[in-house]
């Protein structure tokens, strides 16, 4: 399977840029297989490859001394009893001219500062306080240790390694995508360029992309960096390489390594056979937008590169956020001169659909021609990198990718000037969901990010999350108990009020208006006053002065909700609470009683089973799947789908209406509650929330699908299981919508 396959060949990345010599020797130490030993087999004629144990035997040290070209050691270090005495061994393993290559975390790195797990403690913050709280037991029963900076220097000094090169690498070893020299810094914003990842990303508190502009500027960039890769060199020679950003999610089509040297020279490289044609597309695209009249590097193909002239000049990102602090005029100015360039790039191509709805299309629409692959020299913008472009695309869709660009992650710009501002201006609000859709769509597919759903579930924050956790940690545990959690404790006694109208307040309604009786929402947004929300009427905040305090309880339904608690608490009001939607909030036990159809003597694999689905056209496939699941739960819950999702989500309307589809599920005698899936809180996570059920069943139809596999992973966290019934062959209600439409029913 191609996803497996692009998985296992990720850690590559670590060194497939480095130019190993094809007639060097390697001797690779590692425990256990892994694509390291595969890439050196492609890029040396001999590797021998022994575990770390074997690699110290003395007659091992003996056999091969001075055997080899190169030693590489990924991730042994830390496992090493004595690592002193091992890199002093190994040096004699190597010629006059050979490399020891290591590749070490770094106890001091800053995904351990955002909150991931030690490796060898398995819990936070171990490594940074140097495992100083670890009882002796616990010490004597750990596999390794990470060292810091200082530390590995030290390790190396001791061990005769005082000729040495670091690279600090990101986000890690093993999933490495941005590699940095020791004597080189980043010139671009971390932001939009990394994607971090973690051992246990459920435990991380902070964003930690956000962290390294300030990091950099105050010098402790390598000091900090997640790993390190270690050239130690016998000779003092070392690669010429000040920077690498390597793309091995892309799979192997578009796996590229862009290589800084530091003789002022930047060569794109193809990492597979598959891609090398992509560097001639480069070509052909930077000639075309020279055409177009746009400035862009001026590159050549060489063998497998693309060769580019070194720019030292400031990124165009920078340089548009630093000017919306500075010049706010001129800042407008330069972004109708962006967006001037994107309509520029290429002809406008006139069809129906852009005259109805898609506004210009450019024959080539150049996905990547933003402020994130454009420099700012000398009063100029130059483009470079151009790699990627869609026929006949909405310029809108680029326009938007521009915008976001530079907006996202810095709130401060936004307060200066809202993006909304510009989407107003250039006409991009109306078909906003398609815009963003569509560039959506681009990055994953260019990202493999469907395929790699369930990898990257149980590697990358959730936002949420992170969200969730610093509010743990900004308040007491008894605190954050009974402002975030206990919300609805004596509930019954309360006049409950919602603060916010916005998607969190849908999230709560969906979740508890069934469970508990809502008084009011209000808003400080006057233009909503009036209108409703579930036919609840949204009113001012002064309504909250109106009742006795200790009568009422505001529910505050806002994500930034700091200034709503100001205003609270100038209005007198204590009792309020937070909602967040990734907090366990206790939901009013239901009462699951045992039926006629629950006296089978025998227990059932699970308790409670949940389906979801549109059921329209019901048919024996869905008698089936309702059967099979309540012979494995003891109570069945199925969700069906409103006719508002089904548009939504389908870009259909069903053949049968929701409120008859609905009771045609009720009235199966396996389904013991048939329950509405809420518009604005539909989904896997958001039914496991509800309802804490022990298994969801589905169609084997979506065993293969990507997203479905990225839930299984989801649910599997939470203990609860994703088991997937056959497929109906013969009976689908696609199947028998087709025969309506062709009416032959």
Same mark, same amino acid.
């Given at each position: 399977?191609?996803?497996?396959?692009?998985?296992?060949?990720?850690?590559?990345?670590?060194?497939?840029?480095?130019?190993?010599?094809?007639?060097?020797?390697?001797?690779?130490?590692?425990?256990?297989?892994?694509?390291?030993?595969?890439?050196?087999?492609?890029?040396?004629?001999?590797?021998?490859?022994?575990?770390?144990?074997?690699?110290?035997?003395?007659?091992?040290?003996?056999?091969?001394?001075?055997?080899?070209?190169?030693?590489?050691?990924?991730?042994?270090?830390?496992?090493?009893?004595?690592?002193?005495?091992?890199?002093?061994?190994?040096?004699?393993?190597?010629?006059?001219?050979?490399?020891?290559?290591?590749?070490?975390?770094?106890?001091?790195?800053?995904?351990?500062?955002?909150?991931?797990?030690?490796?060898?403690?398995?819990?936070?913050?171990?490594?940074?306080?140097?495992?100083?709280?670890?009882?002796?037991?616990?010490?004597?029963?750990?596999?390794?240790?990470?060292?810091?900076?200082?530390?590995?220097?030290?390790?190396?000094?001791?061990?005769?390694?005082?000729?040495?090169?670091?690279?600090?690498?990101?986000?890690?070893?093993?999933?490495?995508?941005?590699?940095?020299?020791?004597?080189?810094?980043?010139?671009?914003?971390?932001?939009?360029?990394?994607?971090?990842?973690?051992?246990?990303?459920?435990?991380?508190?902070?964003?930690?992309?956000?962290?390294?502009?300030?990091?950099?500027?105050?010098?402790?960039?390598?000091?900090?960096?997640?790993?390190?890769?270690?050239?130690?060199?016998?000779?003092?020679?070392?690669?010429?390489?000040?920077?690498?950003?390597?793309?091995?999610?892309?799979?192997?089509?578009? %796996?590229?390594?862009? =290589?800084? +040297?530091?003789?002022? *020279?930047?060569?794109?490289?193809? /990492?597979?056979? &598959?891609?090398?044609?992509?560097?001639?597309?480069?070509?052909?695209?930077?000639?075309?937008?020279?055409?177009?009249?746009?400035?862009?590097?001026?590159?050549?193909?060489?063998?497998?590169?693309?060769?580019?002239?070194?720019?030292?000049?400031?990124?165009?990102?920078?340089?548009?956020?630093?000017?919306?602090?500075?010049?706010?005029?001129?800042?407008?100015?330069?972004?109708?001169?962006?967006?001037?360039?994107?309509?520029?790039?290429?002809?406008?191509?006139?069809?129906?659909?852009?005259?109805?709805?898609?506004?210009?299309?450019?024959?080539?629409?150049?996905?990547?021609?933003?402020?994130?692959?454009?420099?700012?020299?000398?009063?100029?913008?130059?483009?470079?990198?151009?790699?990627?472009?869609?026929?006949?695309?909405? %310029?809108?869709?680029? =326009?938007? +990718?521009?915008?976001? *660009?530079?907006?996202?992650?810095? /709130?401060?710009? &936004?307060?200066?000037?809202?993006?909304?501002?510009?989407?107003?201006?250039?006409?991009?609000?109306?078909?906003?969901?398609?815009?963003?859709?569509?560039?959506?769509?681009?990055?994953?597919?260019?990202?493999?990010?469907?395929?790699?759903?369930?990898?990257?579930?149980?590697?990358?924050?959730?936002?949420?999350?992170?969200?969730?956790?610093?509010?743990?940690?900004?308040?007491?545990?008894?605190?954050?108990?009974?402002?975030?959690?206990?919300?609805?404790?004596?509930?019954?006694?309360?006049?409950?009020?919602?603060?916010?109208?916005?998607?969190?307040?849908?999230?709560?309604?969906?979740?508890?208006?069934?469970?508990?009786?809502?008084?009011?929402?209000?808003?400080?947004?006057?233009?909503?006053?009036?209108?409703?929300?579930?036919?609840?009427?949204?009113?001012?905040?002064?309504?909250?002065?109106?009742?006795?305090?200790?009568?009422?309880?505001?529910?505050?339904?806002?994500?930034?909700?700091?200034?709503?608690?100001?205003?609270?608490?100038?209005?007198?009001?204590?009792?309020?609470?937070?909602?967040?939607?990734?907090?366990?909030?206790?939901?009013?036990?239901?009462?699951?009683?045992?039926?006629?159809?629950?006296?089978?003597?025998?227990?059932?694999?699970?308790?409670?089973?949940?389906?979801?689905?549109?059921?329209?056209?019901?048919?024996?496939?869905?008698?089936?799947?309702?059967?099979?699941?309540?012979?494995?739960?003891?109570?069945?819950?199925?969700?069906?789908?409103?006719?508002?999702?089904?548009?939504?989500?389908?870009?259909?309307?069903?053949?049968?209406?929701?409120?008859?589809?609905?009771?045609?599920?009720?009235?199966?005698?396996?389904?013991?509650?048939?329950?509405?899936?809420?518009?604005?809180?539909?989904?896997?996570?958001?039914?496991?929330?509800?309802?804490?059920?022990?298994?969801?069943?589905?169609?084997?139809?979506?065993?293969?699908?990507?997203?479905?596999?990225?839930?299984?992973?989801?649910?599997?966290?939470?203990?609860?299981?994703?088991?997937?019934?056959?497929?109906?062959?013969?009976?689908?209600?696609?199947?028998?919508?087709?025969?309506?439409?062709?009416?032959?029913?």
């Amino acid at each position: 399977m191609e996803v497996d396959k692009i998985i296992w060949d990720m850690p590559k990345g670590l060194l497939n840029w480095y130019d190993f010599r094809m007639e060097g020797e390697v001797l690779c130490i590692e425990d256990r297989e892994s694509s390291i030993k595969e890439l050196l087999l492609e890029k040396c004629k001999k590797v021998i490859c022994v575990d770390r144990t074997a690699a110290l035997n003395k007659e091992f040290l003996t056999q091969y001394r001075e055997a080899f070209d190169y030693i590489v050691a990924i991730g042994m270090a830390e496992r090493l009893t004595n690592p002193v005495q091992a890199f002093s061994a190994w040096r004699g393993l190597l010629k006059s001219k050979g490399r020891l290559l290591l590749g070490m975390d770094n106890r001091l790195g800053l995904r351990y500062f955002c909150g991931d797990r030690d490796p060898f403690t398995n819990r936070s913050f171990d490594g940074i306080e140097n495992y100083r709280t670890l009882f002796k037991g616990d010490s004597n029963n750990l596999t390794g240790r990470n060292y810091s900076k200082e530390e590995i220097c030290s390790i190396l000094d001791s061990s005769g390694w005082s000729n040495r090169k670091f690279y600090s690498v990101l986000p890690n070893l093993d999933l490495p995508q941005l590699v940095y020299s020791e004597d080189y810094l980043p010139v671009e914003e971390l932001d939009i360029r990394l994607f971090p990842m973690y051992r246990y990303p459920d435990s991380v508190f902070l964003e930690e992309e956000y962290l390294y502009k300030s990091i950099t500027k105050n010098g402790m960039f390598h000091m900090m960096a997640n790993s390190f890769l270690i050239e130690c060199s016998k000779d003092n020679t070392f690669e010429n390489v000040d920077h690498v950003t390597v793309s091995m999610d892309r799979g192997r089509e578009n %796996a590229m390594a862009t =290589i800084i +040297r530091d003789n002022h *020279t930047v060569e794109k490289r193809a /990492l597979y056979e &598959e891609g090398k044609h992509k560097l001639r597309e480069i070509k052909e695209n930077e000639m075309d937008l020279r055409n177009h009249g746009l400035n862009v590097l001026v590159g050549e193909c060489h063998h497998n590169s693309y060769h580019m002239p070194y720019v030292e000049s400031e990124t165009a990102v920078s340089y548009l956020r630093r000017l919306a602090r500075e010049n706010l005029e001129l800042f407008k100015e330069e972004i109708e001169k962006f967006r001037e360039f994107i309509l520029q790039s290429s002809e406008h191509v006139e069809t129906e659909d852009s005259k109805k709805e898609l506004g210009i299309l450019l024959r080539r629409g150049y996905m990547d021609l933003l402020p994130l692959n454009c420099f700012y020299n000398n009063g100029k913008y130059v483009f470079y990198d151009q790699e990627f472009y869609e026929e006949n695309y909405p %310029a809108n869709v680029i =326009i938007l +990718r521009m915008i976001e *660009t530079i907006y996202t992650g810095d /709130l401060e710009i &936004e307060s200066i000037i809202p993006r909304k501002y510009f989407l107003k201006k250039y006409g991009l609000e109306e078909k906003m969901a398609l815009w963003y859709r569509m560039s959506w769509e681009f990055m994953t597919k260019l990202r493999n990010q469907r395929e790699l759903r369930s990898f990257n579930e149980k590697f990358q924050r959730n936002k949420d999350v992170v969200h969730t956790n610093r509010q743990r940690i900004n308040y007491s545990a008894p605190e954050y108990q009974k402002v975030f959690v206990d919300i609805f404790r004596n509930a019954e006694k309360k006049k409950l009020i919602l603060f916010g109208s916005g998607n969190f307040t849908k999230s709560f309604l969906a979740q508890f208006k069934n469970q508990y009786e809502i008084y009011a929402i209000v808003d400080n947004d006057q233009s909503k006053w009036g209108s409703r929300l579930e036919g609840i009427e949204i009113q001012s905040p002064h309504i909250i002065e109106e009742i006795p305090k200790e009568e009422s309880r505001i529910i505050i339904c806002i994500k930034n909700y700091v200034a709503i608690v100001h205003q609270l608490q100038q209005m007198g009001v204590s009792d309020y609470c937070i909602y967040d939607t990734n907090s366990e909030i206790p939901r009013k036990q239901e009462v699951m009683p045992v039926t006629v159809k629950d006296m089978d003597s025998l227990p059932k694999k699970y308790h409670t089973g949940y389906i979801a689905g549109v059921f329209d056209l019901f048919h024996i496939g869905h008698l089936n799947m309702f059967k099979r699941a309540k012979e494995q739960c003891e109570y069945l819950i199925v969700g069906v789908v409103t006719d508002e999702g089904v548009r939504n989500y389908k870009k259909a309307d069903p053949y049968i209406p929701f409120h008859e589809r609905i009771e045609l599920v009720r009235s199966c005698k396996y389904v013991d509650k048939a329950v509405e899936i809420p518009i604005h809180y539909s989904g896997t996570r958001n039914a496991y929330k509800m309802y804490h059920f022990d298994c969801q069943f589905s169609g084997s139809d979506y065993i293969d699908n990507p997203d479905w596999l990225g839930e299984k992973t989801f649910l599997e966290k939470q203990g609860a299981d994703l088991v997937f019934f056959p497929y109906t062959e013969e009976t689908s209600s696609t199947k028998i919508k087709k025969l309506i439409e062709k009416s032959l029913l």
